[in-house]
């Protein structure tokens, strides 16, 4: 299973520290993207273009 983590770097509803923790337990093939400037649930309307590159990467390398 692969795993894509997105967190927004400005969330005060989850702080950044849990997707490290999340990331770091993870033992399956993994990404991890902070968005800076993105607060709870808002990473994509921040940065459009940089979350369209990296999910249509990942779906380019995993979905073989």
Do not use: R, W
């Not at 770097?9 to 968005?35: G, R």
């Amino acid at each position: 299973i692969q795993i894509k983590n997105v967190h927004g770097k400005e969330d005060t509803y989850v702080p950044t520290s849990h997707v490290y923790q999340l990331y770091d337990a993870c033992s399956s093939s993994k990404e991890l993207v902070i968005v800076e400037g993105a607060k709870h649930a808002n990473s994509y309307q921040t940065n459009k273009t940089l979350l369209e590159d990296k999910i249509s990467s990942f779906l380019q390398n995993n979905m073989k």
